[in-house]
């Protein structure tokens, strides 16, 4: 059980985080849901989670595209146990067209974030003996697609500094580890459909079947729920000596 740990999910209030946060909070933990809105409805999300798992959730504000927010999201709470980089966003578009604001959020977001909260929490897991860091990469942290270079390029970055904190905390009770999931049906995915159906000039029923699960030999999306669950087995004790590698949740994809 994760009972009396803290887990802290950044962009946490839709997708793959929330999954997490729900399974994390399943198996015990305290959870701090985030993302860069304040709305009334990003409260409620955690008191509700706190409700349905009977423990402490809730729900603070941080832009991680700004470093200083990032770096307040783990200040502000205070302790951190588990944390859990990720917060993302995407942009699709030949890299001589892409927007120089476009790679500069996605990196900012997607890299240099993990690397904000990683330096602070860091201190917090040593001081409580016990630590776990989970990056959400994705299986475009091993391999790469034409359109995504900021994507690509940030997620490869976040494998690899996944491995530098594992050696940099390699004799402590500390891991860090990353998760590649392949395609899950998230808002992000589906954001992109309409868009790549425009550049192939596909339906965007043939665009789901034909480009996205075209990797994705199971032709199958992973949910939410199997994310968060590859989450908690990474706080097991069976989890103990897993560190500084990937675990890819892909349905076959990186095994083409
Ligand atoms: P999503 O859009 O549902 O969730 C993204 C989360 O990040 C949201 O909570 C959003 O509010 C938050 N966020 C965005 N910008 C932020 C900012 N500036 N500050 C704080 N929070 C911010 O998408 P998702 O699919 O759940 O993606 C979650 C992670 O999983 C991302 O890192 C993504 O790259 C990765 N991933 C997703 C898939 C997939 O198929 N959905 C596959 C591989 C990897």
Redesign the pocket.
């Known amino acids: 059980s994760l009972k009396g740990k803290t887990a802290i999910i ?9 999954g997490v946060a729900h399974e994390l909070a399943r198996a015990g933990a305290d959870v701090v849901i ?4 304040d709305r009334e409805e990003d409260h409620k999300l955690a008191a509700d989670l706190g409700k349905e798992h009977g423990v402490t959730a809730r729900y603070v504000k ?4 700004k470093g200083d927010e990032a770096r307040g999201l783990i200040r502000e709470v205070g302790r951190c146990d588990i944390l859990v980089n ?5 942009h699709v578009a030949p890299i001589e067209e892409f927007p120089v604001e476009k790679w500069d ?1 996605i990196i900012a ?2 890299l240099s ?1 993990a690397y904000h909260t990683t330096a602070e929490a860091l201190p917090m897991m040593r001081e409580a003996g016990w630590g776990r860091v989970v990056n ?5 942290g091993l391999t790469a697609s034409p359109y995504k270079s900021a ?1 690509v390029s940030a ?1 490869h970055g976040l494998v690899g500094m996944t491995k530098v904190v594992a050696l940099e905390t390699a004799k402590e009770p500390i891991t860090a580890n990353a998760i ?10 589906e954001a992109q459909i309409p868009d790549t159906a425009k550049k192939y000039n596909m339906s965007e029923e043939e665009v789901i079947e034909k480009v996205i699960l075209d990797r994705q030999p199971s032709k199958e ?1 992973a949910t ?1 729920g199997q994310l968060g669950q590859t989450a908690v087995f990474l706080c097991s004790p069976a989890a103990d000596q897993i560190t500084g590698t990937t675990i890819s949740v892909d349905g076959g994809w990186t095994a083409l």
Request: some cysteine; glycine content about 12%.
């Open positions: 950044t962009g946490s209030n839709s997708g793959i985080g929330l985030n993302s860069f809105t941080a832009d991680l595209s990720n917060a993302g966003i995407q959020a977001i997607m974030a959400i990469a994705s299986a475009h994507y997620k590649c999931p392949g395609y899950v049906k998230t808002p992000l995915v999306f939410t």
